[in-house]
């Protein structure tokens, strides 16, 4: 069974700009969730989608937005990215979003903004 | 206040060595506690995790929870090169759908 998928791997841009990072899940998982991990203050969560919906949302500012398709892929969105934005980003499936044994990340999409 | 609070090390120890890993947690309603394990250039990967407080061991790994303490611990006996890594704890609420992760740790295993 193939794992989590994250596209692009690495990512240049410049300040202002803005970023579409993508999350396949694994096959039959339909709940994603995404973090960012700096060195600074490690994974924070993002948000979480289920079946199309976001179920709970962290504490960042409205430029991180989200989005999850029917087939269950997500994307996340950064608008306006500032240089504080240079991160991995993480994405995480799971069946549902309750099973904690069942909760698999992806290798990341690594953020640079100049 | 974060909610887990871990200190980011890095911790050095001979190959051989036990290793205590060590978080805090402040939220009252985490319900499961895990510790997961990443690589360099990887993403993190599920190590072990407890339901409430207790003990629980696999293999070499044994995760200690303390709810009344609210301390979450991991031991690692008899440590390998393999083991150097960043290992990150965790508490989740099975009713806000969000997994809350400490800082992690830098593991340095020496041959």
């Known amino acids: 069974k193939a794992g989590v998928t994250q596209t692009p791997r690495y990512l240049i841009k410049t300040r202002g700009q803005q970023v579409t990072l993508s999350c396949s899940p694994i096959s039959g998982h339909r709940s994603v969730s995404w973090y960012q991990q700096t060195p600074g203050q490690g994974l924070q969560f993002l948000f979480e989608y289920f079946s199309e919906t976001q179920r709970n949302k962290g504490n960042f500012p409205g430029r991180f937005s989200g989005r999850q398709f029917s087939n269950s892929r997500s994307e996340m969105n950064v608008s306006t990215l500032e240089l504080g934005d240079s991160a991995l980003y993480l994405c995480?499936?799971?069946?549902?979003?309750?099973?904690?044994?069942?909760?698999?990340f992806g290798p990341g999409t690594r953020l640079l903004v100049l | 206040q974060k909610e887990v609070e871990q200190d980011p090390g890095p911790l050095s120890v001979p190959e051989g060595a036990i290793v205590s890993l060590n978080c805090t947690y402040s939220?009252?309603?985490?319900?499961?506690f895990m510790w997961y394990r990443q690589y360099s250039r990887k993403g993190p990967e599920l190590l072990m995790y407890?339901?409430?407080?207790g003990n629980k061991e696999d293999g070499r790994f044994t995760a200690q929870v303390d709810k009344s303490s609210k301390y979450i611990s991991l031991f690692i006996r008899d440590s390998q090169p393999s083991d150097s890594a960043t290992y990150l704890c965790a508490g989740y609420n099975t009713g806000g759908f969000k997994t809350i992760f400490g800082a992690g740790t830098r593991l340095f295993v020496k041959a």
């Open positions: 995480a499936s799971s069946l549902d979003g309750t099973g904690i044994e069942t909760q698999y």
């Open positions: 939220n009252s309603a985490f319900q499961y």
């Open positions: 407890t339901y409430s407080s």
